[in-house]
């Protein structure tokens, strides 16, 4: 997304959700988070931790994100972004419940979430 969007661009909401490759998309758009400070982004993670090669990939993605301050949220409940009864907020990213398939919230920081 980085090469996509003009520089001067800043975005407040991103929803990803593309099969398998939610890591490399997030990875790939580092440079318009550095650029909206108001950014939340919602995603699923899906196939995350089968392999050391991807748990390593995650971890550096989450940290990535944690560096700039962001509030790392793993959605807890249902599989449905819309129906969920609770966030848990990790401090690291090794706190993550690897499973096949999660569902991640990222806030930053001086955004108060309920």
Known sequence: MDETLPKDIK??????????????ALYGMKEIVKRSPDL??????????K?????EFGLKVVNF????????????GPKQFCVFPGLR???TAEEIDIKAFTN??????HIEVP
């Open 11 to 24: 975005l407040d909401f991103v929803l990803i959700d593309v099969e398998q490759m939610e890591l490399e």
């Open 40 to 49: 939340i982004i919602l995603t699923e993670w899906q196939e995350w931790g």
């Open 51 to 55: 392999a050391n090669k991807e748990r």
């Open 65 to 76: 994100f944690l560096d700039l301050k962001y509030k790392v949220y793993q959605l807890q």
């Open 89 to 91: 907020r990790l401090w």
């Open 104 to 109: 991640i919230a990222l806030i930053p920081g």
